[in-house]
């Protein structure tokens, strides 16, 4: 199985802030990545796919990028409907594999 | 719209059988892979597997392999989950959600989840 290694697990940031979040692939993955979002009660919800393509109607402060074995989430400013966790995702091979998560908690 | 509607919260006492649902609209569900993910209370997202209900091909990962059956009716474009003897561990909430892509189908609409509680 590929392993998915997220890091941090935790992070507290202010609003406002610039926040970046890494996943390391323990093989490369191509760029076969999502980032998804979880608030409390919720379901997940798909920010982005294809490590770098933004999902219809998620705010443009919300990229990644990456490929290969080493991707990052990255809240240009973030605002407080931001505070959640984040889990990343490979699809590359089965099974599919997430990230431990990040829990994004305000300062 | 896509909409994934999952059956209600279920208690359930060790060794009992138990099959969950999710009904999908608003998109043509023999054309997309559909699939389950667990999340064990307190604990982070597991990908369990998936079927394309068009041809029911279905695809687990290892550690659900026995343990759980996906399936799906075309008829009335509802996917299921099942196990045939449940266990405490079996406690979790549980995730439809459907994949998208051809080579790569991943998952972007998911359902509301189904709280699965086993105790005796």
């Known amino acids: 199985d590929i392993q998915m290694t997220q890091s941090p697990s935790s992070l507290s940031a202010s609003v406002g802030d610039r926040v970046t979040i890494t996943c390391r692939a323990s093989q490369g993955i191509r760029i076969d990545l999502g980032w998804y979002q979880e608030k409390p009660g919720k379901a997940p919800k798909r920010l982005i796919y294809a490590a770098s393509s933004l999902q219809s109607g998620v705010p443009s402060r919300f990229s990644g990028s990456g490929s290969g074995t080493e991707f990052t989430l990255t809240i240009s400013s973030l605002q407080p409907e931001d505070f959640a966790t984040y889990y990343c995702l490979q699809y590359t091979s089965h099974p599919y594999t997430f990230g431990q998560g990040t829990k994004l908690e305000i300062k | 719209e896509v909409q994934l509607v999952q059956s209600g919260a279920e208690v359930k006492r060790p060794g009992e059988s138990l099959k969950i649902s999710c009904q999908a609209s608003?998109?043509?569900?023999?054309?997309?892979?559909i699939g389950w993910v667990r999340q064990m209370p307190g604990k982070g997202l597991e990908w369990m597997g998936i079927?394309?209900?068009?041809?029911?091909?279905?695809r687990y990962s290892p550690a659900f392999q026995g343990q759980v059956t996906i399936s799906a009716d075309k008829s009335i474009s509802t996917a299921y989950l099942q196990w045939s003897s449940l266990k405490a561990s079996d406690t979790a909430m549980y995730y439809c959600?459907?994949?998208?892509?051809?080579?790569?189908?991943?998952?972007?609409?998911w359902g509301q989840g189904t709280l699965v509680t086993v105790s005796s």
């Open positions: 079927i394309y209900p068009d041809d029911s091909d279905t």
């Open positions: 608003g998109y043509v569900f023999t054309n997309y892979w």
């Open positions: 959600a459907r994949h998208e892509g051809v080579a790569t189908p991943h998952p972007d609409s």
